[in-house]
């Protein structure tokens, strides 16, 4: 917790000795209670790798993530807020890191919310592109967060259209009472 989005989180929220009394290891998910605005909030840290300086693993990734499911489904959690983990300073490729948070929250009606920081984003109007809607795979519609259909309705490259791309949301349905619960990855 010396670096990126992990500093931050120990700056505001602090309790260090209580993540040491949880024994963290890798695949984990360590949580404190944080009190924000007279109401209680539970943060998690997703221990992915041993060090803070090593890089972590798509498969760390994925046994944390199967962890933090668990963990928001066992205290009936219905709503997550997370930064773009695994893909700032630790150089894994978001696009992945989606896909298995996708996968992993298919049916648990967990609604997520992907934040990061950018200083560009206008909060009035829709200045960046939809990186999904270009490639006809946006679930949101008209509640994207994004502009859908540029002006020049010319198909920019992937990097153009990721950078800036920030905030996005979407709901997991709940699970169809035809599959049993535990059938689910």
Same mark, same amino acid.
């Given at each position: 917790m010396s670096r990126g989005i992990a500093l931050t989180f120990k700056k505001a929220f602090g309790q260090l000795e209580e993540l040491r009394r949880q024994r963290p290891e890798v695949g984990r998910v360590l949580q404190i209670t944080a009190a924000e605005q007279e109401k209680e909030r539970s943060v998690f840290y997703l221990v992915t790798k041993q060090l803070s300086h090593h890089k972590p693993t798509y498969q760390t990734v994925w046994d944390t993530l199967v962890e933090l499911r668990d963990v928001l489904l066992s205290q009936s959690i219905s709503s997550l807020?997370?930064?773009?983990?695994?893909?700032?300073?630790?150089?894994?490729?978001?696009?992945?890191?989606?896909?298995?948070?996708?996968?992993? !929250?298919?049916? #648990?009606?967990?609604?997520?919310?992907?934040?990061?920081?950018?200083? /560009?984003?206008?909060?009035?109007?829709? =200045?960046?592109?939809?990186? !999904?809607?270009? #490639?006809?795979?946006?679930?949101?519609?008209?509640?994207?967060?994004? /502009?859908?259909?540029?002006?020049?309705? =010319?198909?920019?490259?992937e990097m153009s259209l990721r950078r800036g791309q920030c905030y996005e949301r979407w709901a997991s349905p709940p699970l169809p009472p035809s599959i049993p619960a535990d059938r689910v990855v």
């Open positions: 807020a997370i930064p773009k983990i695994a893909s700032g300073l630790d150089g894994l490729d978001w696009r992945v890191i989606r896909s298995m948070l996708e996968v992993l !929250f298919r049916f #648990t009606g967990i609604e997520i919310l992907v934040c990061c920081y950018n200083p /560009r984003r206008s909060l009035n109007e829709k =200045t960046v592109d939809c990186f !999904f809607y270009q #490639t006809s795979r946006c679930k949101n519609g008209s509640f994207c967060r994004y /502009r859908h259909g540029p002006e020049d309705d =010319t198909i920019r490259d």
